[in-house]
């Protein structure tokens, strides 16, 4: 079964997909997600890196309110944070990580989460886990 | 030429059940007309707005149906200023003496829910949870205290002088004071942030009068000028609510450009200001907007706030009625109750929160996406 990005055009479509940034010709300036639409001829879409470091995080304690909020019902509490790429600092949540050990800098890399883990074929998200060894455990 | 502010009325902020907030805008209203002893049959022209509680303009129904210019306002956190500055600059223009700029609003519990579309994002930004005002205000401190040496007992003295401020506030909402350590040790709601440390959607309603020189000498009420009004949006890689990435070089804010205009028009710099209220969505914004205003340096906040500089009694009391925190978030009327603040205090009428003889008066709002007005106001 494969699992399906939760929008077009976010993630690269390959066995390690990479978020997909937007270079704008006129200023190089990169921003993430690539803008779709009208907007599109103005950037180049270029796949972003993987690894990065926590710029600054929170805690998502709360149920998001639907709409636009889709995740599940039974709300778990995640990692909200901003990861510094090489190109382009992105937002995205934390995963395999406790709050407590989360800190400005830590060594993050890419990987891809179901928004719902009861509909792991739907709603692929991007997220940043510690890099090994880059967390106690 | 300049532009006088000669009423001001307010709809307590706070939550009033089975009034709409249309009707706390007319309540508000009739109140400035009081305020400056008017009757709504001398005002020229309106200009008014709400975020989530409907139009402005159709208060003409309740207020009386002359037939004047009613332009509804709709800028988000910035719409009491907008109106305001777009009232301000008709009267400068020579075309009308005498105006009103009114906010109102009244918001469902809980956090806001706004939708991507609607703010030129992507639907699957609000779809993965990211959509949250909370979530900004919280990266935005915690990155700031790491780069600037600000300690959560810093954030926790900001909240606990808000508190105080509101108890003697009449037109606040949280008027009971609650101490640093309930602060700091109640419900962890966006890390590092407490429930305490956060306003929340409120409802109230604010009007304000405001005449050319000519007109506003009929006035028996104190002269209180508007220095200033400058609103303004986010300058090119700035670091705002709702943002699905950030430029690694940094840019400004739309704070910094909007308190920039304003001390350039007004001709003053924030050595001038005897009495300021800042944008606090929530405690960790009103020390940053102190550096964001120009008031102090980077992590100069840290020493300023455990010397009680900011209090009543300090050199620049901030959020004197308790600010957002205490007030609560209407957001079409929050940046008028500023005002309204500030005109209390240059009228030296603000009772127990009344700071020693103020002149110059400074306020700023901020909101999503990069929304910024700020307004200098001089006795």
């Known amino acids: ?137 | 030429m300049s532009v006088y502010i000669v009423g001001v009325g307010i709809h307590p902020f706070g939550r009033t059940e089975g009034i709409s907030g249309l009707e706390q805008g007319v309540f508000a209203v009739r109140a400035a007309l009081a305020d400056a002893g008017l009757l709504w049959g001398d005002i020229q022209f309106a200009y008014g707005g709400s975020d989530a509680s409907g139009n402005a303009d159709t208060m003409v129904g309740a207020l009386g149906q002359t037939g004047i210019p009613f332009i509804n306002v709709s800028n988000g956190c910035a719409t009491g200023g907008s109106a305001l500055a777009s009232a301000r600059a008709l009267i400068l223009s020579g075309e009308f003496e005498l105006g009103m700029a009114l906010g109102f609003d009244k918001h469902p519990r809980g956090a806001f829910d706004p939708i991507p579309a609607q703010w030129s994002l992507p639907d699957w930004f609000g779809e993965a949870g990211y959509m949250l005002t909370t979530q900004f205000f919280a990266n935005k401190i915690q990155r700031y205290m790491h780069m600037h040496g600000i300690s959560s007992t810093t954030l926790g003295r900001v909240a606990e002088k808000a508190y105080a401020n509101g108890v003697h506030a009449p037109h606040a909402w949280r008027r009971t004071p609650v101490d640093l350590e309930t602060i700091l040790n109640s419900q962890m709601v966006s890390d590092p942030l407490t429930k305490f440390m956060f306003c929340s959607p409120a409802e109230g309603a604010v009007a304000l009068i405001i005449a050319s020189e000519k007109r506003a000498r009929q006035f028996t009420t104190p002269f209180i000028r508007i220095a200033a009004a400058a609103m303004r949006t986010r300058p090119p890689r700035s670091f705002e609510v709702f943002a699905p990435f950030i430029d690694i070089d940094r840019g400004g804010s739309s704070t910094n450009l909007a308190s920039k205009a304003a001390f350039e028009a007004a001709g003053l710099g924030p050595r001038d200001i005897d009495v300021a209220q800042l944008q606090d969505t929530e405690s960790g914004a009103e020390i940053m907007h102190m550096a964001e205003n120009g008031f102090c340096q980077d992590g100069e906040q840290e020493q300023w706030i455990a010397e009680g500089r900011t209090l009543l009694s300090g050199q620049l009391p901030v959020n004197t009625d308790g600010g957002c925190l205490a007030c609560g978030e209407p957001i079409g009327a929050s940046g008028l109750r500023q005002v309204y603040e500030n005109v209390m205090q240059l009228r030296g009428i603000a009772g127990a929160r009344q700071v020693k003889n103020p002149k110059i008066a400074y306020s700023h709002v901020y909101g999503a996406p990069g929304v910024s007005t700020v307004t200098i106001l001089e006795r």
């Open chain 1, 1 to 137: 079964m494969t699992s399906a990005p939760i929008a077009d055009g976010i993630y690269t479509d390959e066995v390690k997909r990479r978020l997909i940034g937007g270079r704008e010709h006129a200023t190089g300036r990169m921003v993430f997600p690539c803008p779709s639409g009208n907007d599109a001829s103005r950037f180049d879409a270029v796949p972003l890196s993987r690894h990065g470091r926590v710029w600054s995080y929170t805690m998502q304690r709360f149920r998001p309110k639907s709409p636009p909020y889709r995740g599940p019902k039974e709300f778990v509490p995640f990692v909200m944070a901003y990861v510094e790429l090489p190109e382009v600092i992105v937002a995205t949540r934390l995963i395999a990580i406790d709050l407590q050990e989360v800190h400005i800098g830590l060594e993050v890399e890419l990987c891809f989460v179901p928004l719902d883990p009861l509909a792991p074929e739907r709603d692929l998200i991007h997220a940043f886990r510690p890099v090994a060894g880059a967390v106690s455990s």
